[in-house]
């Protein structure tokens, strides 16, 4: 387990993010980036009020160095194409990529700073595994999956770059589909282990991206899915 470092979590105030904060900050300096704060009182962490799609992340409160970047923020925008928007599309696009590149940006000299960086993006299983009513978000995040493998490329060997792609994890944002206890049910039992995830299943695989326990790995986009894009 890394020590002593400096993390950033961009959208670490809920779910997966909100996970990993808890896992790091006992022994680490974390940096969260979020529009609220009320869930990390009780968490050792430093917050900056950021909204991704908007904001520009305040450098003033930030370390002269850091060793972890994690970019958390994403959506579920889940529709038949011939009812989606072009507006959808771009919507998507702004807070999966955009918001991304800008927030990496602006602290690659920080990154730039530290021996031993890591990037950590956020995909799903959709990009890999065709599903219906994806087509916006599968769009974005496949984005994301190649964005990873070219700074992955371009950053090595000082900044390591790789990507979860999870399915479906229980969060604020996947609530309004998981209200209905018959479709959550119906969505768990399509997975091979018969579940839903957790924001802990995938939060400790970042965990573990961003520590020098995966030295050796970048450039990867690793599925925490229930085996759904593998198995039938």
Known sequence: MIENKNILIIGGSSGIGLALAEMLSPQNSVYVASRSHESLSHLDV????FDATTDELDLSVLPENLDGFVYCPGSINL??????????????FEINVIGAVK??????????ASPNAAVVFYSTV???????????????KGAIEGLTRSLAAEFAPNIRVNCVAPSLTKSKIAEPMLKNTTIAEGIAKAHPLKRLGEGKDSASLAK??????S????GQIIAVDGGRSKLS
């Open 208 to 213: 573990f991206l961003i520590t020098e326990d």
């Open 46 to 49: 430093k917050h900056l009020p």
């Open 79 to 92: 529709r038949p194409f011939r009812g989606l928007k072009t507006e959808a599309f771009t919507s998507d």
């Open 215 to 218: 030295s050796w790995v970048t």
């Open 126 to 140: 959709a990009v890999q595994t065709g599903m219906p009513f994806h087509s916006s978000v599968a769009a974005s």
């Open 103 to 112: 927030a990496l940006k602006s602290v690659l000299n920080l990154l730039n």
